[in-house]
């Protein structure tokens, strides 16, 4: 098995007086935090207290960019944007969250899409291209955190931008290495000790399985854990263990260069 591996969640997705999920909680047990900049989740008071909380644990700061689709969370599928509306969608979102943590003397470590917007990338990549454009005008040496055998990391190889492959701990796989959508039966996991042996298998064979038991060839170098998912922090502390268990280091990611 890995030595060591990244274990990411995506945060900060609170607005206003509206909560979303433990992140302090969660804090504790990431190396990597995706927070949300404001569009699909967040504002500018959240995004500030997330990244102080972050840089204060030692947790890897990741930009979240998604849809503007706060009522949706990021989660309903936008259809008919250019690329150049998705190349400015992702750098505005991307240069908000480096402005705050510039702020906070701290900086912006990876770019994660969220939700829709992510999962729409990973089967299009002509979308992943437009998208992972604005990253790489922003930053090319700004690694993406992208999911593994999809066209998001064919679109980041194409770019030459750093790349993290994830797997995701509490999601169902498709047979094209995408995500079972929400609303169907099994897409989101939850019991911890079967969630821990699932990423286990993940890393040991080199592979996800899908709902139909199709092996998917992965290098995963980070896992995500929902923050938002009921019980993430439980969730994550178990896969954490298990971990750590089996004498694999949780620890920021090494990205694959190109």
């Known amino acids: 098995m890995s030595a060591s591996i990244d274990l990411?969640?995506?945060?900060?997705?609170?607005?206003?007086?509206?909560?979303?999920?433990?992140?302090?909680?969660?804090?504790?047990?990431?190396?990597?935090?995706n927070i949300a900049c404001g569009f699909h989740a967040g504002d500018p008071v959240v995004m500030t207290e997330t990244v102080k909380k972050a840089k204060d644990k030692g947790v890897s700061i990741g930009a979240h960019p998604g849809f503007d689709d706060l009522r949706g969370f990021g989660r309903r599928r936008i259809i008919g944007m250019s690329d150049a509306e998705l190349w400015a969608l992702t750098i505005a979102q991307i240069g908000a969250l480096s402005g705050v943590c510039q702020g906070l003397g701290t900086r912006?470590?990876?770019?994660?899409?969220h939700g829709a917007l992510s999962n729409m990338a990973s089967e299009n990549v002509d979308m992943a291209r437009a998208c992972l454009k604005a990253v790489y005008d922003f930053d090319p040496t700004l690694p993406i955190v992208a999911m593994a055998a999809t066209a998001l990391e064919t679109a980041a190889l194409e770019l030459q931008l750093p790349i993290a492959r994830e797997v995701f701990a509490d999601r169902a796989y498709n047979d094209d290495g995408t995500l079972v959508a929400r609303h169907l039966s099994g897409a989101v996991l939850h019991n911890?000790?079967?969630?821990?042996?699932?990423?286990?298998?993940?890393?040991?064979?080199?592979?996800?399985?899908?709902?139909?038991?199709?092996?998917?060839?992965?290098?995963?170098?980070?896992?995500?854990?929902?923050?938002?998912?009921?019980?993430?922090?439980?969730?994550?502390?178990?896969?954490?263990?298990?971990?750590?268990?089996?004498?694999?280091?949780?620890?920021?990611?090494?990205?694959?260069?190109?």
């Not at 945060?11 to 990431?30: A, H, N, T, Y």
């Not at 912006?108 to 899409?113: A, G």
Request: hydrophobic content about 40%; some cysteine.
């Open 108 to 113: 912006v470590h990876h770019v994660k899409l």
């Open 192 to 258: 911890p000790n079967d969630i821990a042996e699932r990423v286990l298998k993940m890393i040991d064979e080199q592979a996800v399985t899908s709902v139909n038991d199709k092996k998917i060839s992965v290098m995963p170098q980070t896992i995500c854990v929902h923050g938002d998912t009921p019980g993430s922090v439980a969730i994550a502390a178990a896969l954490r263990q298990r971990l750590e268990s089996e004498g694999i280091r949780v620890e920021r990611f090494t990205t694959s260069q190109p």
């Open 8 to 33: 990411n969640a995506d945060l900060g997705e609170s607005f206003g007086p509206w909560r979303m999920g433990d992140d302090d909680g969660i804090l504790d047990v990431v190396s990597s935090a």
